[in-house]
Structures are given as C-alpha cells and as structure tokens.
C-alpha cells in the first residue's frame, strides 16, 4: 500500500507539473502577441556558443519591412501559410510518405513551427523536439494573427551568424533598412534561411542564386504583393 500511495503521489505531482508547464507556455505565448520577445533561445544559443562575438539584432514592426520580404519567405518556405493552422499535415504527410518510399526525410516545417523553433527550442532534427515544435506553433497559430508569426518570425530568423532579424541582414549586407529592401534583395534573404550558417546573400553561390530566382517566380505565382494583402492588414 505505501508503494501505491508513493507511486499515486509521484504521478500527481508529475501531473501538476505538467499543467503547470503549460500554463506558462500558454502564458508566455500570450504575453509575446502583444510585447515584442527580448530575445530567443537561438539567440542565447549563439551568445554561449560564441562568447565575445558580436550579435546584431534590431526590432522593426512588419509595417517598417517591405513588403516583398514577407512575400519571399512565404514563396520560399511555407507557401500555405494564410491557409493552415500552423501545421501543414498535408505537407508533413507528403514528408513521410517520401520517406517511407526511401528518400530523405524533409523538414515539411511552417513558418509558424520555424518561429517556434527559433523562439523557444534547439536546432536538430529529433522527433521530440519536432513534436514540441508541432505543439506550440499549434498554440501559436491559435493565440496570434498571422501578421504577428510574420512580424516575429522575421524579427528572430536568423540569416548569418549573429545576424538575427531582417532589419540587421538589409543593413548589414545592402545598407539599407528593410522598409526598402527590394524584391531581388528579399529573395536573398530568404534563399539563405535554410542554412543560413553556410549560406550567403551578400556573396551569393551559384546554388543561392537559382534559389533566388526560384523564389521569384513562385512570388509572381502567388499572385504578387496581393496574396498575403488579407494577412497583412
């Protein structure tokens, strides 16, 4: 009976930790659709990984970028964003059903699980921390207008080392705040999110440039400027 009564008592307080982790993490994601988050877990990643480096981040509201910049990263990376709940089961079907045919495994992540991501977890490709991403881009989606995953999310990408947020990567590789990034510049910037440690939009590599204008040509697919115009206003 007293091993019950301990193992009864183990898995309650077990239980009320995990509410209680909840209850923050739904906290915390409230908190930061209305107050700009400080930093991210990227970010503090990249300050132990590389004491005494520089870091270059500036907040800018989505109104202060271009407008192509949010059209690229969406041609680029997630091109159902409008559409789905945070998380594209279709495309994430489609992922394993490659994989299962022998491919390699893809990511199949939104921007809303890639804001995720940056924000409150690791890099790496473990099915534990796919599933936590899963969890909270799906509370992310349900607690934030998309125009706020977009102001976020390009607020904390990171597209070079210590480069975090789109207003730090026009400046530092164009010279020029991101309210004027250009179309061609923001296809750049996008093209280099998915390893942007490798990958550079200030000296583009032959394989950044057919990304590039990959990226421009699912821009005009989208129909333009117009395809986020209900998500952006």
Known sequence: ???????????????????????????????????????????????????????????VDL??????????VVASEDQRFPHHWGVDFNAIRKALAEYNAGEGLRGASTITQQTAKNLFLWNGRSFVRKALEAGLALGIDALWPKKRILEVYLNIAEFGPGIYGVEAASRLYFGVPA?????????????????????????????????????????GQLSGLNYLRGVLQ
Not at 180 to 209: E, G, I
């Open 179 to 219: 309210s004027r990034l250009s179309q061609v510049q923001a296809a750049r910037l996008a093209a280099v999110l998915p390893n942007p440690k490798v990958l550079s939009a200030v000296s583009p590599s032959a394989y950044v440039w057919d990304r590039v204008y990959w990226i421009r040509d699912q821009m």
């Open 1 to 59: 009976m007293a091993r019950q009564s301990l193992i009864r008592k183990s898995l309650n307080a077990l239980a009320w930790t995990l509410v209680g982790a909840l209850v923050l993490v739904f906290a915390v994601i409230t908190l930061f659709r209305f107050v700009d988050p400080p930093t991210s877990s990227f970010m503090l990643g990249y300050r132990v990984s590389a004491p005494g480096q520089s870091l270059h981040q500036e907040w």
């Open 63 to 72: 109104e202060a970028i271009s407008p192509w910049m949010p059209l690229a």
